[in-house]
């Protein structure tokens, strides 16, 4: 059974940084794709962003230009660095692993954005 173990949320103030990290339970490269989506109280799962086995990421618009992910291939871990942080970013943020025909998620990290 794949495991992804995320780390790294908190609680910031508006306009800080923060590094969220998933650790997979086997190589990355199993994997077509591994990524950070978010889900904030009464919404649904978005995408955060993503990176292919060939390293392409893809941001959602809200994330280009604050976000990056990137990936440690030797740790199996992904990364999400966050800067600029907004109110707004608020949510639980999960990592997901996908493969034909379903994804595996991890259990979440709550990111919190407050003054």
């Known amino acids: 059974q794949v495991q992804l173990v995320e780390s790294g949320g908190g609680l910031v103030q508006p306009g800080e940084s923060l590094l969220l990290s998933c650790a997979a339970s086997?190589?990355?490269?199993?994997?077509?794709?591994m990524g950070w989506y978010r889900q904030a109280p009464g919404k649904e799962r978005e995408l955060v962003a993503t990176i292919n086995v060939g390293g392409v990421t893809n941001y959602a618009g809200f994330a280009e230009g604050r976000f990056t992910i990137f990936r440690n291939n030797d740790e199996n871990t992904v990364y999400l660095q966050m800067i600029r942080l907004k109110p707004e970013d608020e949510a639980v943020y999960y990592c997901?692993?996908?493969?034909?025909?379903?994804?595996?998620w991890g259990q979440g990290t709550q990111v919190t954005v407050s003054s």
């Open positions: 086997e190589n990355m490269f199993n994997f077509n794709d």
């Open positions: 997901g692993a996908r493969i034909p025909a379903r994804r595996y």
